[in-house]
């Protein structure tokens, strides 16, 4: 399988729950391709669905409706022990790191690899290179008690990694962790996307995990995939309420202007020291407030969108737009703003 070929796709993919009030649907019509090497996030708010879409990915849930394929193959249609062999090819990591608390941190990552009867001595060897990669080469014989959370995650990332898979899901893996440490694994999961070329799912409620590792991102709201595209397009035109609120901020829900006119300008791939504002009051000479900017740096580059507000002038907003459009920079008039 090529770099960029679909790894692992979901077709029509859906799961109820039953329940003492009934059937409760938690997916819905779910269709996702996911390719090879690349970093892709899933995110939604807390019901959304995205924690149980994850375990139908491997079939810890088993999906009422639709197909799983991993390297074209259905899950659903294998046979119990090939289940088995394709799940050793899909790593896990969790929120709460999951780590057995009377084996030391060695034990913990030998642990899939006894179940997948690796000899004890390759088994060990193999630890010792990934506890190394993940920086803690030092502490193999500590227990789970005696490490911080930032620590547990790398060992249970280690331990992931322990039967060599081809796919890392990782299930609100930085939700327990503050920001620094949380920095610190998306650079790990980084570094190990591009030195091993492993394919990572990352389920989170937080944009700034998104922004900060992920080359694509579906947004998923009410068990449904409300829309999905590289995070530089996701991020500088969200077009679903869902996509607005968690890139915007509920704080823009409605913005009304008693005067002037309100122009929204999208920043989709500047460098991020380009002074596109500067540059367009000097050169129209008038004035601008700024109501609303959601602006990240991704990359070097600027990325969302800032609503202004201008003069009511019908000569001045001429040149602004002549000038906006002359630099590539999208713009167009707005009067509502809702998210």
Do not use: W
């Not at 924690?51 to 899950?75: A, D, H, K, M, Y």
């Amino acid at each position: 399988m090529a770099k960029g070929d679909p790894i692992i796709k979901l077709d029509k993919l859906a799961k109820e729950f039953q329940t003492s009030q009934g059937a409760i649907k938690a997916l819905d019509d779910i269709n996702l391709e996911i390719k090879e090497g690349e970093i892709f996030g899933i995110i939604g708010l807390s019901g959304a669905g995205k924690s149980t879409l994850v375990r139908c990915i491997n079939l810890l849930e088993r999906p009422t409706e639709g197909e799983v394929l991993f390297e074209g193959q259905s899950l659903s249609k294998l046979s119990p022990a090939k289940l088995r062999k394709a799940r050793q090819s899909m790593g896990m990591i969790f929120q709460q790191f999951n780590l057995m608390a009377q084996r030391s941190v060695l034990k913990n990552i030998c642990f899939p690899m006894e179940i997948a009867g690796v000899p004890k001595k390759d088994a060990i060897k193999r630890a010792k290179e990934l506890l190394a990669m993940v920086g803690l080469g030092d502490r193999e014989n500590a227990y789970p008690a005696q490490l911080s959370g930032g620590q547990k995650q790398r060992v249970a990332i280690a331990r992931a990694l322990a039967t060599r898979p081809k796919v890392l899901l990782c299930d609100e893996a930085t939700s327990a962790l503050d920001p620094n440490t949380t920095k610190a694994i998306l650079e790990l999961l980084k570094k190990i996307n591009q030195e091993l070329g492993i394919t990572i799912i990352i389920i989170t409620h937080e944009m700034d995990v998104i922004e900060t590792v992920c080359d694509r991102v579906a947004i998923i709201d009410k068990s449904h995939i409300a829309e999905m595209g590289t995070v530089s397009e996701i991020f500088s035109e969200p077009k679903s309420v869902i996509g607005r609120q968690l890139i915007l901020g509920e704080s823009v829900e409605h913005i009304e202007f008693e005067n002037g006119r309100m122009f929204r300008i999208v920043f989709d791939g500047h460098s991020t020291y380009e002074p596109i504002l500067s540059n367009l009051i000097m050169a129209c000479k008038i004035p601008v407030s700024i109501l609303h900017a959601a602006i990240k740096d991704i990359n070097g580059n600027a990325t969302g969108q800032m609503i202004i507000q201008v003069p009511d002038n019908d000569l001045d907003i001429a040149k602004m737009l002549h000038h906006l459009k002359a630099n590539h920079v999208p713009v167009e008039e707005v009067r509502n703003y809702d998210v």
